[in-house]
């Protein structure tokens, strides 16, 4: 079999290895073979095929791979792996199979795969800070959680403080002496907190030092250097939109439609995007229309919107805000403009 008449290759992706599928331009397989999931045997195999396209999944070794394989000079299409359930409901599923399947969509149409686009290594690197970061902070949760049920479940339960202070608060506690060993559970979330707190003075490192766009976005209320530091480095060029409000549907921030002829129903949103980000513009609502939110356009537009009542009144008004913050932001990044909490958004359709 000829290599040289490759044209789209499937690669599906595992820990050890990679199987691969090469079609020719006929849509004829050509090729079949595995190999190492490493840098170097990637380079070695994959050097000899400038100009074709190769398709594979989104997945851990996704990022670092589709950047060696564009240095290399082939056309990579990442794809969503929502868009390919030929894969994932296949009655007959092999790796073989997977790179084959991957291999003919990308050959009838990449768009259909709604491709993703990595971002760069430097990106990535302060994303993986900030993913840390995040699990330390559910860690803590879950040790908060258990201490609070527990002493609950005797009778004795503890008083209500913050996240970062609960370890303080609790150390000399009296309704720990209940339960044996609470003290060194309470030190192990002492030690979280040290942690948490490390990872803080970071991404505020990052936000100065890296990214000082993020002090633009900062501007507004609720905005803080975890949620600029994540909008950056997601989004990582604000040119890829033509308009700020394509913000909202790349992040997940829109209802689904599944309209059939009179029927409209009221549908959720379909969480796709980024989810650390999706989830710090959320929190950062919750904060724009908690008790503690200044008077803003943003949170105008939010109280009005739960207003209306209704079974999902908040929480439509929650997603609401989320999305409007981020066209806030994109708008903020892109103009350098200086934020006006009350009759920005006017300002800015004059301008547009």
């Known amino acids: 079999m000829d290599e040289r008449n490759a044209r789209v290759i ?76 030929l894969i994932s409901q296949a009655e007959r599923k092999t790796d073989r199979v997977d790179a084959e399947t991957l291999a003919r969509l990308g050959r009838v149409d990449p768009q259909l795969l709604a491709p993703i686009r990595h971002g760069s290594e430097a990106m990535q690197r302060d994303r993986a800070s900030l993913r840390l970061r995040e699990g330390l902070v559910r860690s803590r949760t879950r040790l908060i959680q258990q201490a609070r049920g527990v002493c609950k479940a005797l009778g004795a339960p503890l008083p209500a403080c913050s996240a970062g202070s609960f370890a303080r608060r609790m150390k000399n506690a009296a309704e720990l002496a209940l339960v044996p060993g609470m003290a060194r559970f309470i030190e192990e979330i002492e030690q979280l907190c040290a942690a948490i707190r490390a990872f803080d003075r970071d991404v505020e490192h990052a936000c100065a030092q890296r990214h000082p766009v993020t002090a633009q976005l900062r501007q507004v209320a609720g905005v803080g250097p975890i949620t600029a530091l994540a909008y950056v480095v997601t989004l990582e060029d604000p040119t890829r939109f033509a308009k700020s409000r394509e913000v909202g549907p790349f992040l997940g921030l829109v209802p689904r439609a599944h309209s059939s002829g009179e029927r409209q129903p009221e549908l959720g949103i379909p969480h796709r995007g980024d989810v650390l980000l999706r989830r710090c513009l959320v929190q950062a609502a919750h904060y724009v229309l908690g008790p503690f939110g200044p008077d803003t356009e943003l949170r105008r537009v939010g109280l009005a919107i739960a207003a209306r009542g209704g079974q999902r009144a908040k929480k439509r008004a929650v997603i609401a805000v989320a999305r409007r913050l981020a066209v806030l932001l994109h708008r903020l990044w892109v103009t350098g403009e200086t934020y006006q909490p009350i009759g920005y958004r006017h300002r800015a359709a004059r301008a547009a």
């Open 10 to 85: 499937g690669l599906d992706q595992g820990d050890r290895f990679s199987h691969l599928c090469v079609l020719n331009a006929e849509g004829a397989v050509v090729l079949r073979d595995r190999v190492r999931t490493t840098r170097e045997a990637y380079r070695r195999r994959f050097a000899a095929w400038p100009g074709c396209r190769v398709v594979l999944e989104v997945g851990t070794h996704s990022p670092w791979s589709s950047r060696l394989l564009g240095e290399l000079g082939l056309e990579v299409v990442v794809a969503n792996p929502r868009r390919v359930k």
